[in-house]
């Protein structure tokens, strides 16, 4: 071969090389920071800071929530935890809950306190969360009478 043709291969191949590499580099940063929420077919999501916003319910209403997040089934079953205005649950530390699951991706999803109650929205997780069996694909409410399951762990709101 001549000389031309092994340096268009070699810097084919080193080109090749830098693309992989940005690739896993795109893979490791979207897996620590996670990514964008795209739109869905309803339309755009709410965003959680207009979740917060909204009115906190007084008087009766604020008594009727549940109160608190219990682990049902998983390695932490029996944990709780306070709900207060809402908690992130994934495998980061930032993360209020910290699930022991190898399904559960860094910032999973999260609970939203709203005037209706608390709200599920999943944060662009890799194997979705589930309320009911039902995945989410937008902010779902979630009620004493509902399941979430986000990997192989199981959780139920208490009063």
């Known amino acids: 071969m001549s000389d031309l043709v092994v340096l268009a291969l070699k810097l084919l191949f080193l080109a090749l090389l830098w ?5 896993v580099g795109n893979v490791i940063r979207t897996d620590m920071f996670g990514r964008k929420l795209a739109t869905n077919e309803v339309g755009e999501l709410q965003p959680v800071a207009e979740l917060r916003k909204q009115k906190k319910p007084r008087g009766r209403a604020a008594k009727s929530l549940p109160n608190q997040l219990r682990v049902s089934k998983g390695k932490q079953e029996g944990l709780t935890l306070p709900l207060g205005d809402g908690i992130k649950i994934g495998r980061a530390a930032d993360c209020q809950l910290v699930l022991d699951d190898d ?3 860094t910032r999973h999803a999260q609970i939203v306190r709203t005037d209706d109650g608390y709200m599920v929205e999943d944060l662009g997780s890799t194997n979705g969360t589930y309320v009911n069996n039902e995945r989410v694909t937008s902010a779902t409410p979630f ?5 979430l399951r986000i990997g192989r762990t199981l959780m139920v709101v208490e009063s």
């Open 19 to 23: 693309l992989f590499v940005l690739f």
């Open 143 to 147: 009620t004493t009478a509902d399941t």
């Open 103 to 105: 399904y559960v991706s």
